[in-house]
């Protein structure tokens, strides 16, 4: 069987014979640690092949663990010559012939793994930590076939194996994300969770989840009931770009109960994903000001004629910088640090971008609580605004992250940034000492066009093909090596405005998100030293993957009818993409 692994693995041992060949006595045994892989196991490859998968002697809390590599006391072992699937005399200690046996081993770094595949003692995996673990069994399942990728057994015909072969493997980057924007069109729950399983599908394990703008509030907040049943919802929905002439009139909207998120964030976490919410402040607000109308700036426009905007760009709608305003949100990020719990959201994002500043210009309780703190500007405010939620977060144990913009005016140290609008910001964060995630527009923005042809769907900014995003490098050069060391990972964003739902989604994202996971997974020669075709290569494979999850990817020959939008207007932006 081919071994076209996405993302490519650090180091794979020669194929040998058959090694492995999954049946309905196979087992698997689960050291302490381990359960989460063992449910995900048993729950997916048990159902795409018909296997029950039953655990294996060894497992459970008295099972032992790895040590530094070796295979003492590790689970799965039985004494007195018997052991699941074969029998082996004369009273040794063997290793079970037909158990996939899921183990720690401290000597791998956190994230790495060691996938052991042997004729004689079957299917090891050893991680570092429990996601270490999770990942091996990752790339389990895409040794197994695409139709591992099933939910039910599509053939009775016997598994043809695996090789017999050991991989090494670790990811370059702590930080592999995705950003998904549900505030511009909401993506239902449990769409939301079968993202989840595709970004695990690729070992990216940080979901942005950006649940507030202008044009939806997505998340339930008790305090503030109106933030949902006013917020969540618009009268009608602009068609295409804000240029385009098209409106789809239909009432629009949704949100996720705290419930919803608190099963959103379980999910993840036993994908060893960590979620980071966003809510968007100060700008990008129009929607909470709807519902709330003292948010805004009263003594400006009158803010209770504003509803949930129904078009795209950037709103000159902005939060009043009051103390009435913070003790809201302060109030609102109560609750998200709640349904957001710290071990699996460390981070909070809160926006910051594109906040357009000429309301506060004009606005005397603006231009009075500038000259009370003794402020330069109006840039000066909003560093002061998100200054106050970074001092609130940290001293609730939480980071704040936020976009590139946060830098102007001045940002606390322990902030974070995640860089957009180029490698610009990214650089200046990362030489100023803080931690930066790289997302630039140019580069990594998903909702660009994927090809110059005339039959893309509603074609929005440059053309990003599979083979720039493979190419994309997340630490330029000429970083300082202390700064580079601030360089937490990369994340791909994906904005909604054209995406009425989970297929358009699904269009934009794949297969340029295979090529991202590569780039933050793994260890890659420079950008230009790529081997993309071997990657194509490789993709062909996976392609059957993506049809066996259901996706609908952009086929490499371009769209399928049902996927075209003729007529609606784009946006595309010609050439290639300035480097900034």
């Not at 940080?206 to 009268?235: C, M, S, Y």
Request: hydrophobic share 40%; charged share 20%.
């Amino acid at each position: 069987m081919p071994m076209d692994l996405i993302p490519a693995p650090g180091r794979i041992g020669d194929a040998g014979r058959c090694g492995f060949v999954p049946d309905r006595s196979t087992t698997i045994t689960a050291a302490p640690g381990t359960e989460d892989t063992e449910r995900w196991l048993r729950a997916t490859l048990g159902a795409a092949f018909g296997l029950p998968l039953a655990p294996g002697a060894g497992s459970g809390p008295d099972a032992g663990h790895a040590g530094s590599g070796t295979d003492a006391g590790h689970a799965g072992s039985t004494a007195g010559g018997g052991h699941a699937g074969s029998t082996a005399g004369g009273g040794d200690t063997v290793r079970a012939r037909n158990t996939v046996e899921l183990l720690i081993d401290p000597a791998l770094a956190p994230e790495g793994y060691r996938l052991s595949v042997d004729p004689e003692s079957g299917v090891r995996v050893a991680g570092g930590g429990a996601a270490g673990v999770f990942w091996g069994a990752q790339t389990l399942r895409q040794l197994l076939g695409p139709d591992a990728f099933r939910r039910a057994p599509v053939t009775a015909e016997p598994h043809p194996g695996i090789p017999a072969l050991e991989i090494e493997d670790a990811p370059r980057f702590a930080w592999r994300g995705l950003m998904l924007d549900v505030s511009r069109h909401f993506m239902p729950k449990d769409d939301v969770l079968r993202y989840l399983d595709l970004l695990a599908a690729h070992k990216l394990n940080v979901f942005h989840f950006h649940l507030t703008d202008d044009q939806g509030w997505r998340v339930e907040i008790k305090r503030h009931p109106r933030l949902t049943e006013v917020g969540a919802w618009r009268a009608r929905t602009k068609y295409g770009h804000r240029a385009s002439e098209l409106w789809d009139e239909t009432p629009y909207g949704g949100y996720y109960t705290q419930d919803d998120i608190r099963e959103i964030v379980a999910y993840a976490a036993e994908r060893h994903i960590s979620v980071v919410p966003e809510i968007d402040i100060p700008g990008h607000s129009q929607a909470a000001i709807s519902a709330y109308p003292e948010l805004g700036n009263t003594d400006v426009i009158d803010t209770t004629t504003l509803s949930v905007w129904d078009t795209w760009g950037i709103n000159p709608n902005v939060l009043a910088p009051t103390d009435n305003t913070l003790r809201f949100f302060e109030g609102v990020f109560e609750e998200i640090l709640e349904l957001f719990p710290a071990a699996t959201s460390p981070f909070i994002h809160v926006g910051g971008d594109e906040c357009l500043k000429d309301q506060w210009r004009k606005s005397p309780t603006a231009q009075a609580r500038i000259a009370e703190l003794g402020l330069a500007d109006e840039d000066g405010l909003q560093a002061w605004f998100i200054g106050h939620f970074d001092t609130w977060l940290t001293e609730r144990g939480r980071r704040l992250i936020g976009w590139d913009e946060i830098l102007e005016g001045g940002l606390p140290q322990g902030a974070a940034v995640s860089s957009w609008r180029g490698y610009a910001g990214g650089i200046a964060a990362a030489e100023a000492g803080h931690d930066v995630v790289m997302c630039p527009e140019q580069q990594v923005y998903l909702d660009h066009r994927q090809h110059g042809g005339p039959d893309e769907p509603m074609p929005i900014g440059f053309v990003r093909t599979l083979e720039d995003v493979y190419r994309f490098e997340p630490v330029p050069p000429g970083l300082s090596e202390e700064a580079a060391r601030h360089i937490l990972g990369t994340q791909a964003n994906v904005w909604t405005e054209v995406m009425q739902n989970r297929a358009r989604v699904d269009y934009q994202v794949f297969p340029r998100l295979a090529a991202f996971a590569e780039v933050a997974w793994s260890a890659l020669p420079a950008s230009a030293d790529r081997d993309f075709s071997d990657f194509e290569r490789r993709m062909t494979t996976h392609y059957a993957r993506l049809d066996a999850l259901g996706v609908d990817y952009r086929p490499p020959g371009g769209p399928l009818p049902w996927q075209q939008r003729p007529g609606i207007l784009g946006r595309p932006l010609e050439g290639p993409p300035p480097n900034v």
